[in-house]
Structures are given as C-alpha cells and as structure tokens.
C-alpha cells in the first residue's frame, strides 16, 4: 500500500462531507418554506388592505349608530315635552311635533344607510373569512414544512459528525507531510486533491493520459509523488 493510500481514504470522506454540507444548503424543504412564507407575507399584505376595508365599514356603522341614538334621545326627549302637558300653545306643539317627525324621518334614513353598510360588509366578511382560513393553512404548511426541514437537517448533521469522525481516524494515518500540497489542492481543484489513476484514465478529471506519460509513471515507485497531467491532482497508483 502506498503512502497516497490514507490521504485517498481521507478524500473520499472530505468529498463526502462536501457533498452532505451542500445538500444541507440545497434542502428542498428550505426553498418549499422560503415559498410558504412569501406566499404568506403576499397574503398578510391582501389581507391587511381588506380588513382596512372592514374598519372603514365598522368605524361608518359605528358613526350611524351613534348618530341614531342621538337623534332617539332627542325625538323621545321631544315627545316627552309634547305629552307633558307643558305646552299648551297650539303653535308650539304643532312646531314640536314637526320637530319629532323630521328627526324621525333622519332616523329612518341613517338606518337605511345602516343596511346598506351591512350589505356591503358581508362579503368583505367573507373575504376576510376566507382569507383566514388561506392564512391557516398556510401556517399549518409553514410548520410541517418547518418539522420536515429540521429532521433534514438533523439527519444530515448526524451523517455528517460520522464522516467526520472517520476521516479524522483515517487522517492520523496520513504522512504529515502531504498535508499542505492536499490542502491546496483541494481548494483550487473544487475540493478534490487527489484521485486515482485506473488504467490510464484520472478518476480525479476522467481524462485519459498519454501513453508516454502512463509508461513514465509506472516505472516509479508508488510513493513517488505523480500529478494528472490534465488535472493537476496527485495521482494514487497500485
Ligand atoms: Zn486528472
């Protein structure tokens, strides 16, 4: 066995945690509950602009009602004075009791405009009913999408601590020395330093080397240190 041997084991697993690390990113859990929230937050802003809507309608029923009331205390205030006996003057009651009629006629209208803000508040309401419901949904999707994610992740997290803790076993077999050019390597050839040579082709790049440089190479010693001439990467021989 060679010396490349263990720093080949050790890559092996750093591909491998590579690739766990870039599935934990990639989740498709993590874009499904990125969706959910935006649509939520599209919805928050409808439903925000509807129930604007439906303070305006309440705050005008409110207003109506209040007025209402005014108007009922002051017709009955006037029809008390009327039957009260107070006044006798026949002008006077008759100017009282126009007075109680036309506050009863404005009654009469306000409680028209009244049904009217209810006819227009019942499909606000049902909207809003709606919306709700949309709403929940949504947070209930939120939440088993958020579950899904975390057991992802966890999943992930624990595979993970296991390639770790075998790479660094297999680690401490590895000749100190080839550390640094490994370490290098890896970051400039997209995380893998080191593959090996099958027949004549590089695993590393997957790319045939000339039968020249195959014949150099197998007439050194498997410990020597061989490069990819396409790749760049340390070659494990034998
Ligand atoms: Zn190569």
Redesign the pocket.
Known sequence: MSRWEPLLAVQEHDTHADQLSHRAQHLPERARLREVEEHTAALDVRLAAVQERRGELARSQQRLEDEVASLAGRADQAEKQLYSGAVSNPRELQALQDDVASIRRRIGQLEDDELEILELSEPVDAQLAEMGAERARLEAERARVADELAESEAGITAELAAVRAERAELAAAVDAALWPEYDTLRSQLGGVAI?RLVGST?Q??H?GLAAVEVDRIRKLGVDEIVH?E????LLVRG
Request: hydrophobic share 20%; proline share 0%.
């Open positions: 593959a590089c590393g790049c790319l990819c396409e790749c760049g990467r």
